[in-house]
Structures are given as C-alpha cells and as structure tokens.
C-alpha cells in the first residue's frame, strides 16, 4: 500500500453554518456496573454495502486525468449540502470521480438487527445501515500521535470480474485513561413513560444511576431529566463531591407514568444543560429511551429545531442509548445524527457494559468536529464505484472544504471505515484513489487535512486468502448488512457476495482466528438470518 500524508491548517471561513442532511426490554442489569465504570473504571477501551448507492464516475476530472479533491465551496447558497436520494437509492453521477460524506460512528443499526434475530424475526430493510454494521467491530488502523485521525486505505479482489473492494480506515488517537479526561458535565435525559414499568427497564436504570454516583469523580458533574407526557428536571446539574446522597434520592424518586413525550424530555434536557454549564468540562446530553414518540413533537428536525441555539452556541452533543424490543429507530438516529451526535443500542449485559464503559467515554471528550470524508478515484484506473452505506451522510462534493456545513463529532479511541465496491478498467494499472478527511479543532475551530493513496498494484489478489483481517471483517459485515436489506429486493447486491451459509463460515473462522466474540456473536446472526431467510 502507498500512502502519504499531510496536515495542513488553513484558514476557517466565517458565516452560519448550515447542516448537511445526514443522518432494550433493555439489559440495563449491566448498567449498574457499566455506567460506574463510565468515566473511572475502563481506562484505555483501545480500538475499538449498498450497491443500490452509486457514485458513477464520468469522464470529468483534471486534464492530467486525476482530479484533486473538491475546491473550497463557495461562501453562499442555500440548497448545498447532502445530495439528495430520488427514493430510487441512485445517486446522481459523479462526473469528477468525487464521493464525500460526513463521519460516522453509530452502531444502533446492527444491535437492533441481532435483537430482531434472536427473537426470530428478520429486522426490517430500513433499519439496516451497513456503515453501522462495519463499524460494529475493531479496526486495527494505525493511531496518530495527536489530535486527528490517520488514514488507511487497502483494498482486495472480489473475484466478480473487475471488482474490489476498497477500505478506506480513520482513525483518531488512542483514548487516555480516567485521569488524563477533563471533567465531565453529564445530563442524563431518561424516558419513563409507561412502557417502562415493565421489569428490568426503569429500575435497573435506577440501580445503575445509583451505582454511578459511587463511582464517578468527585470533580465531575451529573444533571436528571425524565420525560413521559411532560418533561422534568429532577436533580440540576450537580457536583459528585459531597453530593453524592443527593443524587442517589433524585434516582430514587424515578417513577413510570403516562406517554411519550421525547420532544419535551430533549428540549428540557438541553435547557439543564446549558443552565448548568461547565467551563472546562465536557458537557454532554445522554437520551436513554425507546425513542417511541407518541405525544408532541415527533419529528427530528422540529425536534431539534427547538435545540438548535443551545446545540451551536455551547457545542452540546447528543449520545442516544436506544433499548426494548419495540424502538423507534428512525427517529433516534436521525436525532443523533443531526445534534452532532452518536447512537447505539443494547439488549444484553455484554453490549449494555461496552457501552457505558467504552463507547460513552470515547463520546464524552472530542478530538474532532465536523469531520468529513472525500475519496478521489482516479478516472484513467477506475470505471465505476459504489460507496457501501452512509446514506443518510452523503455530503455535496462541493462542500468539502465548506466548514459551515456539518460533519461528525469523533472522539479518542475511534475507528472509522468506509467501503467501496470499485471496478477498475480491465489492463489499466497506476494510481486507483485518495481518500482526505477534513476536520476542526474541537477548541479552535481551525481546519486539519490528512490524506492516503492507493495504487491499483497495491491490491491484495483475493478477498478472502490474501487481504488484511480487517478487510475480511469488515467485507462480512457489509456484506450481511447486504444480505437483510435486499430481503424484498431483486437489485444485484454488492459484487462478490456469497452465499449466507458460507459468510457465516468465514465469520466464524475470522472469530476462532482471534478468540473474538464479537465475531462468534454475527457468525450466529449470519445463521439465524439463513434460517429465516429459507
């Protein structure tokens, strides 16, 4: 593999920023435990397709036949932003061999998905996000010294004539332990409507917050807001050091009544939020719920609408923690998706303990703000590509460089991966790709580049014999990502797939390669999947 790098700051254009379109019965049981080790316990948490979704390259690009990645975008104009799918999933043509999109670390996609199938039925397609199944599991992409990412780009043969597939990894430092944090200002926003009565929703909740306040810094800082028809402050934000009591009788007052207002819960969470501020501190909105809106707003951009000031004034983001077997999947990725946030969901002990005692950390300090993606393919080497997934983060090429439109907040210790299904021009050899992430310093603002590239010598001769380990992970997860979308679909899936019983073969020979059980657990969805599927 060929890289080379680059940080290059330049200079950030002022103006509004405009958002580009983007994107159990709960084991709350392990929150007990998790959400203590939240910010004390976990110390360093390490590393943590579609084919219907096609960017065709044209015969545009530079006169040198390899276009550089896209000019800054211009400093007005109101209809940039994501490019807009016509319902189809084709995207229009990319005559510059362009495709952008904002960062994205949600996982809520493929938790649901293993939640449906253990339960024996298959997840509906439109809940299926490929991105958030290959970003389920670790990546072992070489980590930058500072704040940013480093970039990776591989890729391998499928074996279905001229296609490969093209990996593309980001990655940002390795999180520090407990002590290294600053100060955390946490306003937890917990649903207790009705449904929450039920055994082992609301008061596991309520074990795991009481456990929590045992364990959390004396310097740190928790604020609680329920919402069910009405939203309420419970407990402002609060100091640990010498509040501790307090909190824990707050907890203890958490009752389940009445219906689902997350409108309320979410404007009144951010209020409590921005009233208790912290200089300093890292102040984040955490939404546990089954994002089942049933009173009020609900639709996210109203939602958020409400939210918007206190969002870009104070930089507040949003982590959603989706639970229960009925859950609103939509709704809370697209709140997460558009507050600058993250989302995942939990149905078991393992999942509910990753959660609150690595990815919640990871979410809780930033090293990144609106960070987006830009891959350049070379038009002379490659005659056709299909980013796998991030629908709803596609990101105008144009607006690359425009930092008034959003992108994804990253935090330490995460990975990132793209996949692209690419065709290259049969005989053809040279240069196949850059891929550049841009970011903002999460203090200054300051924009930051890096790049990789890839040589069409550089891939590996078969997917699955010769290609890195986590390239194969990562083709099994998109690839069964695939497979659920296109239940009710007679469109050709992503070049090279095999057949159900195989991928879940070659799943389970990746997990017994590396004791992973995270690989044993989609090597069983695979075959659950088969079974439903006949």
């Not at 036949?65 to 319902?87: H, I, L, N, T, V």
């Not at 043509?93 to 253990?118: E, K, Q």
């Not at 969470?269 to 921005?274: D, S």
């Not at 070659?506 to 069983?524: C, F, G, N, V």
């Amino acid at each position: 593999m060929h890289t080379y790098r680059r940080s290059t700051p330049t200079t950030r254009r002022t103006g509004p920023r405009r958002t580009a379109g983007r994107r159990a019965s709960t084991a709350l049981v392990a929150l007990g435990t998790a959400c203590a080790l939240l910010l004390t316990g976990c110390g360093d948490s390490g590393d943590g397709g579609d084919s219907s979704s096609y960017d065709r390259g044209g015969s545009g690009g530079k006169a040198d036949g390899f276009p550089a990645p896209a000019p800054d975008g211009p400093d007005s104009g109101e209809q940039r932003g994501e490019r807009q799918d016509d319902g189809s999933g084709d995207f229009a043509p990319s005559p510059d061999h362009l495709s952008t999109f904002a960062l994205d670390v949600d996982t809520a996609s493929y938790g649901y998905a293993r939640r449906t199938l253990d339960e024996g039925s298959l997840p509906d397609p439109a809940t299926v996000r490929p991105e958030e199944f290959v970003n389920s599991f670790r990546q072992d992409y070489e980590r930058p010294d500072g704040d940013g990412f480093s970039v990776t780009v591989d890729g391998a043969r499928t074996g279905a004539g001229n296609w490969s597939l093209i990996r593309v990894g980001l990655a940002t430092r390795a999180a520090g332990g407990d002590r290294e944090r600053p100060p955390a200002a946490l306003t937890f926003v917990i649903d207790v409507s009705g449904s929450m009565s039920e055994p082992g929703r609301l008061d596991l909740a309520q074990d795991a917050l009481r456990t929590m306040t045992k364990r959390l810094r004396d310097d740190d800082s928790v604020a609680v807001v329920t919402f069910s028809d009405e939203a309420e402050t419970v407990l402002p934000m609060t100091r640990l050091d010498g509040n501790r009591g307090e909190i824990r009788e707050a907890v203890d007052s958490l009752e389940p009544t009445d219906s689902t207002n997350l409108a309320a819960g979410v404007e009144t969470g951010y209020e409590t939020a921005v009233e208790g501020l912290r200089e300093g501190a890292t102040n984040r909105v955490v939404l546990l719920s089954d994002a089942l809106a049933n009173t009020g707003s609900t639709d996210a951009d109203t939602i958020l609408e409400r939210i918007a000031g206190e969002r870009r004034e104070h930089g507040i983001t949003l982590f959603g923690v989706g639970v229960g077997s009925d859950y609103g999947d939509a709704l809370m990725e697209q709140l997460a998706d558009r507050g600058d946030g993250h989302t995942t969901y939990v149905s078991t002990e393992e999942e509910a303990e990753k959660v609150f005692c690595e990815e919640l950390p990871r979410h809780v300090d930033l090293t990144a703000r609106d960070a987006k993606a830009q891959v350049s393919f070379d038009p002379t080497t490659v005659q056709e590509f299909r980013l796998i997934g991030y629908e709803n983060r596609r990101v105008a090429d144009e607006d690359f460089r425009d930092d008034r439109v959003d992108g994804g907040e990253i935090g330490p210790g995460h990975t990132v991966t793209a996949l692209y299904a690419v065709r290259t021009r049969s005989g053809t050899g040279g240069h196949l790709a850059t891929a550049t992430v841009r970011w903002l310093d999460p203090d200054t603002r300051t924009p930051h580049e890096e790049s990789a590239g890839l040589e069409a010598s550089a891939l590996h001769g078969n997917l699955w014999s010769s290609s890195p380990y986590g390239l194969r992970v990562a083709a099994t997860a998109a690839y069964f990502a695939d497979f659920l979308r296109r239940q009710d679909d007679g469109r050709p899936g992503i070049p090279g797939r095999p057949a159900l019983r195989e991928l879940s073969s070659r799943a389970d020979a990746l997990a017994r390669d590396r004791e992973d059980e995270d690989l044993h657990a989609l090597a069983e969805a695979i075959g659950e999947a088969e079974v439903l599927m006949g």
